[in-house]
């Protein structure tokens, strides 16, 4: 969050570097988990530590993101145009779905919530499984939009965060993280479809 706001002070805009970290963050809390699974690199001291404080990894992803956010929309309200007209553009459409999707997660990542929501925490904490081709979708769409840093380098870890989950679901027959990445994917394309022009 420090880096976020001086980033912020810096640029006077929402900075690149932030959204490739926190994309770098939250790979690194789905990726290891999906590789030590299918039996890749299981004897890799680093690939088991990020396994075992995936938890905490996932929160710092969140608070990473959500902030990210923050300092965006701080951006924005300094802008002539209505706060509400711009989130209506295409590449900000995605944020309708993450921002609630993390602020959840980051509500619910504690013992008490673990233990009021019983077997349905860990079935409602696989949405995050929603949010690699949404925002796939924001990132690459926000470089046209707002000429920021290129996104390519956190597009493809996105990709194959995606690829490794779809090929484990095919693998291990279970296929709820290969549904949302499609639910996912699908409401990339709504949106793609209901904005004019």
């Not at 805009?13 to 490739?20: I, M």
């Not at 904490?125 to 979708?137: E, Q, T």
């Not at 390519?152 to 090929?167: K, N, Q, S, T």
Request: proline letters at 5%.
């Amino acid at each position: 969050m420090v880096l976020l706001v001086l980033g912020y002070l810096q640029l006077g805009e929402p900075a690149g570097f932030s959204a490739v970290t926190g994309t770098i963050l939250l790979s690194c809390t789905l990726l290891p988990g999906a590789l030590l699974r299918l039996g890749f690199l299981k004897e890799n001291p680093y690939l088991r530590w990020l396994v075992k404080y995936r938890k905490d990894l996932g929160i710092v992803a969140g608070t990473w993101l959500l902030t990210h956010g923050l300092v965006s929309a701080l951006f924005f309200l300094k802008r002539d145009q209505p706060i509400v007209d711009q989130l209506l553009v295409l590449p900000l459409k995605a944020i309708w779905i993450m921002v609630p999707i993390l602020a959840f997660m980051l509500l619910t990542s504690n013992e008490y919530s673990e233990k009021l929501l019983g077997k349905n925490w860990g079935r409602l904490h696989k949405l995050v499984w929603l949010l690699p081709p949404l925002m796939f979708f924001h990132g690459n769409l926000s470089i046209a939009e707002f000429e920021k840093e290129d996104f390519a380098p956190a597009g493809i870890l996105l990709a194959i965060v995606m690829l490794v989950a779809f090929y484990e679901s095919f693998k291990k027959k279970t296929y709820q993280r290969t549904v949302l990445i499609i639910i996912g994917w699908l409401t990339t394309v709504f949106f793609w479809m209901s904005s004019p022009g």
